[in-house]
């Protein structure tokens, strides 16, 4: 139970929005003795720009060198921009391997695992909060105690049953069996558990039951939650490289993006100029994700601790 | 949520039925209700979590070749591997980068966290900046890295036509390998910590600071006097997560040395996979998996019991 004391805790803490909306007090109470502090401050946000800029700096090389000519990909000193871009490295990178078949098989599988997930949390994290029913404290601390337990611990066994089914090389081995995630029970729990007994109240007066209650009340207020349970499962399954790694032996029909370009990079690692293209192809998808949703993300990140680790 | 209209079609009549009946016979439905909205989830958990836990155990006491049929063996497959040199290695390696990385992972994300105070102009930019790696594939990462790394990569290239010295071979030289790979995972890694450490600063109140402040405390007496205590079970948080998913690294050394030079850096969950899925003893991979697991369990049941000395709740 300890685990769940500190996720709830941590919940309680750090109200979401007090990191995203905070008002500056800039200037308004500044005593004179810090009179150098304004300096300070230009110098400490120029040093930061540059430990910005560092850390970025791989990511720009990746995307320098895919623009390059194959000659031009280790320079002394390293170069920006080669004597020509060459936007062709995107196409041939797809013509060498079937890269738009992995995007295509990473969003379906990624799509279909979070719909799911999605699903199956929001009616447990519903059950977990506000419906009362016996045995329901042991099942989620059982729930609780599962994100304890390593997935690498799981691949064998998890391997063995596919071969049992009869799914190795197949997408349901890539989707079913990481769709249902303690983590999506949880969010949803903590969610639903701040949403007023007064609802259910007034929805049972008007003579919905549990079942209409749910959809036309409870599920529309989930909404926000669901979103952050999306993002993190999206990029999960998007990201995910062991499991695929064990599981798809036919890359060229089940692989999804890490696996491809894992594949691609084992073939043709000496075009550096490809591999790059094909890196960029690979981020795209979760990096603009991570740039139109950032506030649903931080926010997930902050109450549950966990997302997608 | 493919599934949801048919249970709603099956559930619709006798909840309306139900809506006016005595509050204990309510309570009774409510039971039912309640075990049939977890009960997806929970069959689906157990299936694919609880069963393979289990499995996992029962299938390292067994020869379990990858083709053809088990045989129980006991605990042949632990003490196998207790005297192989390589999983000594390997879990010395797996050690060796878990103590660089955590602090080190920890250090950035704190620093940059407390850095990036409300006070800095578009603090929201520089943390959505510092979070990408998170959120690309790893594969991608490493194979980036793998190229910075290189002879005549950007960090080679970059220190000969500056200080005219060629930098060290980083992912062939043993010395620097598994560094090399500490660094990359630092990179990718720390924007989850750096974003709990950010809002949990943010929710220190403003009047504590000023107190300290007029105290005397500079920055650094009130970060660690005021600040520190108070974040700190956010802090014991972070350090237990990324322990346990440091012990889990896997794609890093995969990617970028394959685990070598030598096995100077292949790690716990590679030495599985090989076992597994290379050499196909199931039975052997699970017994490493399991003791993965137990380690696991031993580092977060010291950390809950070592907390107490540091953490402040409240």
Redesign the interface.
């Known amino acids: 139970m300890s685990s769940q004391t500190i996720n709830s805790r941590a919940a309680r803490q750090h109200p979401p929005t007090s990191s995203l909306v905070t008002v500056n007090p800039r200037g308004l109470k500044r005593r004179p003795s810090k009179s150098g502090s304004r300096v300070r401050s230009v110098i400490s946000y120029v040093v930061l720009c540059l430990v910005a800029l560092a850390f970025i700096s791989p990511l720009v090389y990746m995307v320098a060198t895919s623009l390059k000519p194959a000659a031009e990909t280790f320079t002394t000193p390293p170069t920006l921009v080669g004597s020509a871009i060459r936007w062709e490295n995107y196409s041939e990178a797809f013509s060498y391997l079937p890269f738009g078949r992995f995007l295509l098989n990473g969003l379906f599988v990624a799509v279909i695992g979070t719909m799911i997930n999605m699903a199956v949390s929001v009616l447990s994290g519903y059950a977990f909060s506000r419906l009362r029913w016996k045995g329901r404290n042991v099942v989620f601390v059982l729930f609780l105690a599962t994100m304890m337990i390593p997935q690498d611990v799981l691949l064998i066994p998890l391997y063995v049953m596919m071969q049992g089914f009869g799914w190795v090389d197949s997408f349901q081995a890539l989707i079913i069996p990481f769709a249902f995630t303690a983590l999506g029970a949880f969010l949803c729990r903590q969610f639903f558990l701040t949403v007023p007994q007064e609802l259910d109240d007034a929805a049972r007066v008007d003579g919905a039951g549990v079942v209409k209650t749910f959809f036309h009340v409870m599920l529309p207020l989930a909404r926000p939650t669901l979103a952050v349970l999306a993002v993190f499962s999206f990029i999960a399954y998007w990201n995910s490289f062991l499991w695929p790694l064990i599981i798809i032996n036919d890359v060229n029909t089940y692989g999804t993006i890490p696996l491809g370009l894992q594949q691609f990079f084992g073939q043709q690692g000496s075009q550096w100029n490809l591999v790059m293209a094909a890196s960029v192809i690979s981020m795209l998808p979760t990096v603009l994700m991570l740039i139109l949703l950032q506030k649903h993300l931080i926010r997930g990140i902050v109450t549950s601790g966990l997302g997608g680790r | 949520?493919?599934?949801?209209p048919a249970?709603?079609a099956r559930?619709?009549r006798?909840?309306?039925r139900?809506?006016?009946v005595d509050p204990n016979a309510v309570?009774a439905?409510?039971?039912?209700?309640?075990?049939?909205?977890?009960s997806?989830?929970?069959i689906?958990?157990a299936l694919?979590?609880?069963?393979?836990?289990v499995?996992?155990l029962v299938?390292s006491l067994n020869n379990?070749p990858m083709l053809g049929s088990p045989t129980f063996v006991g605990f042949d497959n632990y003490s196998q591997l207790l005297a192989d040199p390589i999983f000594r290695t390997v879990i010395l390696n797996t050690t060796l980068f878990v103590i660089l990385y955590v602090p080190l992972n920890l250090i950035v994300s704190m620093g940059?966290a407390a850095?990036?105070s409300?006070?800095?102009?578009h603090r929201?930019i520089?943390?959505?900046?510092?979070?990408?790696?998170?959120?690309?594939?790893?594969?991608?990462?490493a194979?980036?890295?793998?190229?910075?790394y290189?002879p005549?990569?950007?960090i080679?290239?970059?220190m000969?036509?500056?200080i005219g010295v060629s930098a060290p071979n980083f992912l062939a030289d043993e010395n620097w390998a598994m560094l090399a790979i500490v660094a990359m995972s630092v990179?990718q890694g720390f924007g989850?910590n750096m974003?709990?450490f950010?809002?949990?600063l943010?929710?220190v109140p403003e009047s504590q600071l000023e107190a300290a402040e007029l105290d005397g405390a500079g920055a650094w007496t009130s970060f660690w006097k005021i600040k520190f205590p108070m974040i700190s079970?956010?802090i014991?948080?972070?350090a237990m997560?990324t322990l346990?998913?440091a012990?889990?690294v896997?794609?890093q050394p995969f990617?970028l040395t394959k685990g070598g030079p030598g096995s100077s850096t292949t790690t716990l969950?590679q030495f599985?996979?090989n076992q597994?899925?290379v050499f196909q003893q199931?039975g052997v991979?699970?017994a490493a998996?399991?003791v993965?697991?137990i380690i696991?369990?031993a580092i977060?049941a010291v950390q809950?019991l070592g907390q107490k000395k540091w953490v402040h709740?409240e």
């Open positions: 949520m493919v599934t949801l249970a709603q559930a619709a006798p909840s309306k139900s809506a006016r309570h439905r409510r039971s039912w209700w309640g075990l049939g909205f977890a997806p989830h929970a689906g958990l694919f979590t609880i069963v393979p836990i499995a996992s299938i379990w940059l850095w990036l409300p006070k800095i102009k929201q520089f943390r959505v900046l510092f979070f990408i790696p998170t959120v690309t594939p790893i594969v991608a990462n194979v980036i890295w793998r190229m910075i290189q005549d990569g950007l080679d290239a970059t000969q036509s500056t990179w989850y974003l709990i950010s809002a949990a943010d929710s079970p956010s014991f948080f972070a997560m346990i998913t012990f889990q896997f794609a990617i969950v599985i996979y597994g899925f199931l991979a699970s998996a399991w993965l697991f696991i369990l977060t809950f709740y």
